[in-house]
């Protein structure tokens, strides 16, 4: 079967020569294949009567069409498709009551809406957008899978789903209220009180909702979700915001929905967290905005590993020409006296309401130093201070000339540029015809095919890769990249680890990552700074060191042991008070880089 999808954001009829309709060999034989529909002003393209030449492919200056072909027999699987030439889904997760089913795959191949379908939010058209199948159409569809009883309840009103949606920034739009209020409004199960708890969010349950920072909202949402008496729950994205402690408060809090034999759907690109959480594993794979198609039902450990190794051994269906690959050995950091790049003494800083102490430390060239902590402890203030933006109190920096540093916050929603990624770049002063720029940046990033849309209309994945770009691409010492990797799916993920670090290395620079993924730190660090404190109030920073002596103070702070998977070697939390755990823990007092263990209790 043949799929033509026309990006109709990209598509501007106005503003091309119409190479699509001018082009095509089916038109200029007289048919009709390639058309602007004048309801749209968008192009339409026939997918029965196309052949799949590429040419319309090739020729759209915006990039704004693609052609692919799959097997005929997955013509039966299609579930839904928003309109004409648009996305096309094909199976669905299976939810298992007592299971939490994991959803694993990139950005754009249909993972919300898969959650929306089985929730009830989306009707599934089964492709026909223009005459929508009823209930009992759709239900003969799924006839011998264990989704037609679930759709079934689902159409007669039996199950009720509740939905944390992806996007959690515009809540505060429609709903106000104090926390309390509004957790107190929707409580059905009067869980309000425990999860006030759970969720710490003791310091908010007066606050109103317009003034919760990213984090407290989330959590707020993850409350809101949890507190609503359904048979169903669909969690898309819980820790975008959150930190490391938050995120394994909430991993607990939905776990708890087992015991109940709810069913829990998840969608999660904090491969940890995904992996904690998940008993069962789908896969969706595809081409972003074209199509996507869901696996077989996985293990948990076997399916984030097939991920991975982007090969799926049962369907035979190679889904990524490379591996997502992870080192064991922690690089040792440099220590040759050239490569200083700055030193500094015990430093202090006090704000009004904040203190903070950084212990004696330095960095050098080429160094990615990953930054943990939670947030408002002092970490932007602190590289700040390095960059000469801000005073310290007490104390002294010392380098050998002065340092630039170029940032990228972490809230890039407010970013509102109007014109395109092109003119954006253009504006900051990103180099667009240096070939240096090119390849090491605006190609691995994949915003070369951006380049003519409008930034206010990217997706947040894109924003992310497009403000990742605007900061590394500043000739700049010190770089700071506030949570690069939110909003971002896995293999992006991987990607902007791999710019970051061959920049920091070609450039001589250092670059400093506050991530709260464990993974993706594992991927882009080679050491390690960690800030504790009272978040807020007061906060210590101390020197960087190793990624393992980082990584394992840190951890040792949360309470968390991570077990290498034998076969990948990503790192994967054990469970609390488990075998390995207290092993780790008590024994080898190695909360992150043990070699690839057995688990001597089985
Ligand atoms: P994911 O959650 O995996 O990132 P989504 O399910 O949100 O992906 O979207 C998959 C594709 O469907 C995207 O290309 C998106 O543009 C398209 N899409 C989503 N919602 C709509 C809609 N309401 N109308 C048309 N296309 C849509
Ligand atoms: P982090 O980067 O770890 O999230 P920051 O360094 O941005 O934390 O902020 C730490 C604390 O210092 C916060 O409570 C913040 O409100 C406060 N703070 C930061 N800059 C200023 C300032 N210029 N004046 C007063 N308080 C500030
Ligand atoms: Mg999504």
């Known amino acids: 079967m043949r799929i033509a999808v026309v990006n109709s954001s990209l598509c501007r009829p106005t503003k091309c020569m119409k190479e699509c309709i001018r082009f095509c060999p089916i038109n200029r034989s007289g048919a009709k294949c390639v058309w602007i529909d004048e309801k749209d002003n968008k192009a339409r393209i026939s997918e029965q009567l196309c052949v799949g030449c590429g040419i319309c492919i090739k020729k759209c200056p915006f990039t704004a069409i693609s052609i692919v072909n799959l097997p005929e027999k997955m013509s039966k699987n299609l579930v839904h498709r928003y309109g004409p030439n648009s996305f096309e889904l094909f199976r669905l997760p299976i939810p298992k009551p007592g299971k939490i089913i994991g959803i694993i795959g990139g950005n754009g191949v ?9 929730s009830g939010i989306l009707k599934p058209n089964l492709g026909r957008y223009d005459d929508p199948p009823s209930w009992d159409e759709i239900i003969i569809r799924f006839r011998g899978s264990e989704l037609q009883p679930y759709f079934e309840k689902l159409s007669n009103k039996d199950i009720k789903a509740v939905l944390k949606p992806q996007v959690i920034d515009n809540i505060p739009k429609f709903v106000k209220g104090t926390v309390r209020d509004i957790l107190s409004k929707i409580d059905e199960r009067g869980l309000s009180k425990d999860l006030k708890q759970e969720l710490s969010l003791e310091k908010v349950w007066e606050r109103d909702i317009k003034y919760l920072s990213g984090g407290e909202l989330q959590r707020l949402a993850i409350a809101a979700t949890l507190v609503k008496d359904a048979d169903i729950y669909l969690i898309d994205e819980p820790s975008s915001y959150l930190d490391v402690r938050e995120r394994l408060k909430v991993a607990k809090v939905i776990r708890l929905l087992t015991k109940e034999k709810k069913y829990v759907v998840l969608v999660e690109h904090d491969l940890a967290v995904l992996d904690y959480l998940s008993d069962i594993i789908h896969i969706i794979y595809g081409e972003p905005g074209v199509y996507g198609i869901t696996s077989l039902p996985r293990g948990v450990r076997v399916g984030i590993n097939a991920f991975l190794q982007g090969f799926l051994r049962e369907e035979n269906i190679r889904i990524r020409d490379y591996k997502i690959e992870f080192n064991i050995r922690p690089p040792e950091r440099e220590s040759i006296k050239e490569n200083k790049l700055l030193e500094w003494s015990d430093i202090s800083k006090c704000f009004k309401d904040f203190r903070l102490i950084v212990k004696a430390g330095e960095i050098y060239r080429g160094e990615v130093i990953g930054v943990l902590g939670p947030n408002g402890i002092g970490k932007t203030t602190f590289v700040r201070m390095l960059a000469n933006i801000i005073k310290p109190d007490n104390g002294y920096i010392t380098s050998t000339w002065p340092v630039k540093m170029s940032y990228k ?136 060191t190793s990624l393992r002596e980082g990584m394992n103070m840190f951890l040792k702070e949360v309470g968390i042991t991570f077990r290498r998977d034998p076969e990948t070697l990503r790192p994967r939390i054990n469970k609390e008070g488990s075998w390995l755990d207290r092993y780790q823990k008590e024994v080898l007092k190695e909360y992150y880089y043990t070699k690839v263990l057995e688990d001597k209790s089985k």
């Open 110 to 118: 249909g993972k919300s809406t898969s959650l929306k379908i089985l």
């Open 409 to 544: 916050p972490q809230f890039i929603s407010q970013v509102s540029y109007d014109g395109t990624l092109r003119d954006f770049f253009n504006e900051v002063g990103i180099n667009l015809s240096s070939s240096f720029i090119n390849s090491e940046l605006i190609r691995p990033l994949r915003l070369n095919l951006l380049m003519e849309r409008y930034v206010t209309e990217l997706s947040g994945g894109e924003l992310q890769r497009a403000m990742i770009a605007a900061a590394l691409g500043k000739e700049a010492d010190i770089y700071l990249l506030d949570e690069p990797m939110a909003y971002l799916d896995v293999e992006q993920r991987y990607a902007v680890a791999r710019v970051i670090r061959r920049l920091t290395e070609e450039k001589r620079a250092a670059t400093f990552v506050v991530e709260h993924d464990i993974v993706a730190m594992d991927f882009v660090a080679t050491s390690i700074m960690v800030f504790v404190g009272n978040p807020g109030i007061e906060g210590l920073g101390y020197p960087p």
